[in-house]
């Protein structure tokens, strides 16, 4: 069975009505016959039929056993990281998301949980760093923004040999393109806000573990704490699934051709997309990976965030905004946006140059996204010409 077919079909038809579309099960409580004697549902943060589907679907398409839903991404990685105690490390790539680097270093560290920031594009760099304490690994990859390619399969296989859990943000690529428990990965998560649930709708996270026992424990985590997901948002996600395989084709091919033109371009300094022969991973990509995504990043050769605000304002069919992988091109400037929440010193360390400038290509034609990009760098260098007194003056 194609991977299109398998992920159209793991969305069932309602056994008791025969409806194709998922039922909304859009409730607080469930009726009991007697005392603990129910149909499987009890209260709806326990569990809800539709999020049931929805986690049924995940761990079918990352090949896991458990899924588990949560109301945001965050609260997915919040959930994973409750599975530590005080006293243990997690090893993180260096180029994390900032939203789980706010959560790993202001909230987490002060319970007693240190934090090491590795490179992890080179397995030995992990090797290195791992303590008895260190207990869990954390990969992005690619990561968000700088799109760095960590070998899965080799850092599983050091994970396993100092009997550390590896978790994969498994985002950027999606099901479509990566599945890291086959890999060797133990747990996956998802910001479904992006590219699963793929039209800017809805806010969402999900967790996949690879052994049931553990999913047992995100679920007794999730359930002790609260952070479920609603039962529309389920149903957007489930939605959302049914044109994933197609949607993450076009944003890759969409991707590919950005990278190229940028490439070539002489305001760009740097590009950064694993589709790239000159992507520093690019053959770790290609043997993991079905495809490269939809995320291009690119750094100016007038390296100031003055130079990338210029460009972010300067677009048109690329909205400035936080968020990706939705079918409308986003652009955003992390220095200033996602990755505020980091110190500028361990930014710049970690690739996150003050003009990087990251972007979601959408699935508008893409001769279109070029010549967006193209007006912005020509309206920018008229406001340079402008602004700028000449040498004879």
Not at 39 to 56: F, H, I, M
Not at 191 to 202: E, I, N, P, R
Request: glycine letters at 6%; a neutral charge.
């Amino acid at each position: 069975m194609s991977n299109a077919t398998q992920l159209i079909h793991s969305i069932p038809v309602d056994a008791l009505t025969g409806a194709i579309s998922v039922p909304i099960y859009q409730t607080s409580t469930f009726v009991q016959e007697a005392p603990g004697v129910n149909k499987g549902y009890d209260y709806a943060r326990s569990n809800n039929p539709t999020r049931a589907t929805l986690e049924t679907i995940i761990a079918q398409l990352e090949k896991g056993s458990v899924g588990v839903a949560f109301g945001s991404g965050l609260a997915a990685i919040d959930a994973v990281v409750k599975l530590l105690k005080a006293g243990d490390e997690i090893l993180a790539v260096d180029d994390i998301y900032g939203g789980a680097f706010r959560l790993f270093t202001h909230i987490y560290e002060k319970f007693g949980i240190k934090i090491n920031y590795v490179d992890t594009t080179n397995a030995e760099n992990v090797f290195n760093a791992i303590t008895p304490a260190t207990k869990l690994i954390w990969l992005e990859t690619p990561t968000n923004p700088t799109l760095k390619v960590s070998d899965i399969e080799a850092i599983a296989k050091i994970a396993r040999a100092n009997s550390c859990l590896l978790c994969v943000d498994n985002t950027f690529a999606s099901p479509a393109l990566q599945q890291p428990l086959s890999l060797g990965a133990d747990i996956v998560i998802h910001s479904a806000t992006k590219y699963l649930g793929g039209h800017s709708d809805l806010i969402a996270g999900l967790v996949v573990t690879k052994e049931k026992e553990l999913g047992e424990k995100i679920k007794f985590i999730q359930n002790a704490s609260g952070a479920i997901l609603a039962p529309f948002d389920s149903w957007l996600v489930i939605r959302g699934i049914e044109t994933l395989h197609l949607r993450v084709q076009q944003h890759c091919r969409n991707a590919q051709a950005v990278a190229e033109f940028l490439e070539t371009h002489p305001a760009v300094d740097k590009v950064y997309y694993p589709g790239l022969k000159t992507h520093l991973n690019h053959n770790i990509a290609k043997k993991q990976s079905k495809g490269f995504g939809g995320i291009v990043s690119f750094t100016l050769k007038n390296n100031t965030e003055a130079a990338a605000t210029a460009f972010v304002t300067s677009t048109n069919y690329f909205k400035l905004a936080e968020s990706l992988g939705g079918v409308k091109s986003l652009l955003c400037h992390p220095a200033q946006m996602t990755h505020k929440s980091i110190p500028a010193e361990k930014r710049r360390a970690s690739g996150v140059a003050d003009s990087l400038i990251r972007l979601s290509v959408g699935l508008e034609d893409v001769q279109d996204l070029i010549a967006d990009i193209e007006q912005a760098f020509e309206k920018q260098q008229k406001e340079k010409q402008v602004f700028e007194p000449s040498i004879s003056a």
